[in-house]
């Protein structure tokens, strides 16, 4: 004998009839935050371990065992 009534497509998922909305309860008055200072930090210039030119990029310096684009000079070989 056969169902008339198809009861498996209520347990599936989606199908179901949604949850009915739950009543908002009303808010009590939102209380007041008391607003603290934020103290700025002083600031503090730090040195840097080179000396800097104008645009604060480190001063070139010649360094013996570079030529004029830096790189490496190469002792000849004996």
């Given amino acids: 004998m056969?169902?008339?009534?198809d009861n498996?497509?209520?347990d599936l998922p989606g199908l179901a009839p949604p949850p009915?909305?739950?009543?908002p309860e009303p808010e009590?008055?939102?209380k007041r935050r008391?607003?603290?200072r934020?103290?700025?930090l002083k600031q503090v210039q730090l040195?840097?371990?080179?000396p800097t030119d104008a645009t604060g990029l480190p001063v070139w310096q010649r360094d013996e065992g570079l030529d004029l684009t830096g790189?490496?000079?190469?002792?000849?070989?004996?």
């Fill in 20 to 23: 009915p909305a739950p009543v």
């Fill in 8 to 10: 498996a497509t209520i």
């Fill in 71 to 78: 790189l490496p000079i190469w002792a000849p070989d004996h």
């Fill in 2 to 5: 056969r169902d008339k009534k």
């Fill in 38 to 40: 934020k103290v700025a």
């Fill in 28 to 30: 009590a008055e939102p």
């Fill in 34 to 36: 008391v607003r603290t």
């Fill in 47 to 50: 040195e840097l371990l080179e």
